[in-house]
């Protein structure tokens, strides 16, 4: 699977991520990599609907790390305050990359040297005019 698609709202976004749902799998890691305010945590959500979770999934940015359950774990990762792979280690994050069961979506892993390379799945957001924005999608 390697397509872009141009979202043209928020709703869209969550439907790529409903639809990037459906081929995850337990242990697969999926990379959002974006500015800030390109909708990672947005498609986050999405996958979340994708994977029947009811809770509301938020940022993780103070907690660094959430897990939610539906037909699986989906742990949801902000790497953004994260400055080293050891640092992972250290708060025992490396324990969902990759998870043993369920799936981790993160965000901001291209501020971690490696991080990005052990994904199974690559959404790269790009800002475009008019609030609408291309998604990469790699499976690599």
């Given amino acids: 699977m390697n397509k872009?698609?141009?979202?043209?709202?928020?709703?869209?976004?969550?439907?790529?991520?409903i639809e990037l749902a459906s081929i995850l799998?337990?242990?697969?890691?999926?990379?959002l990599i974006g500015p800030l305010g390109a909708g990672k945590t947005t498609l986050s959500k999405g996958i979340a609907k994708g994977l029947l979770i009811t809770d509301v999934v938020v940022s993780p940015s103070y907690m660094i790390a959430r897990t939610y359950q539906g037909r699986m774990a989906m742990h949801h990762i902000d790497a953004y305050r994260i400055s080293s792979l050891d640092e992972l280690v250290e708060i025992g994050l490396d324990d969902f990359?990759?998870?043993?069961?369920?799936?981790?979506v993160v965000e901001w892993p291209d501020r971690i040297d490696g991080l990005i390379e052990i994904s199974h799945i690559q959404v790269s957001i790009e800002l475009l005019e008019d609030s609408h924005r291309q998604v990469q999608l790699t499976r690599r």
């Fill in 4 to 17: 872009t698609i141009i979202a043209q709202s928020a709703l869209d976004m969550e439907e790529i991520g």
């Fill in 25 to 31: 799998e337990d242990g697969m890691v999926v990379s």
């Fill in 97 to 104: 990359l990759p998870p043993d069961t369920g799936i981790s």
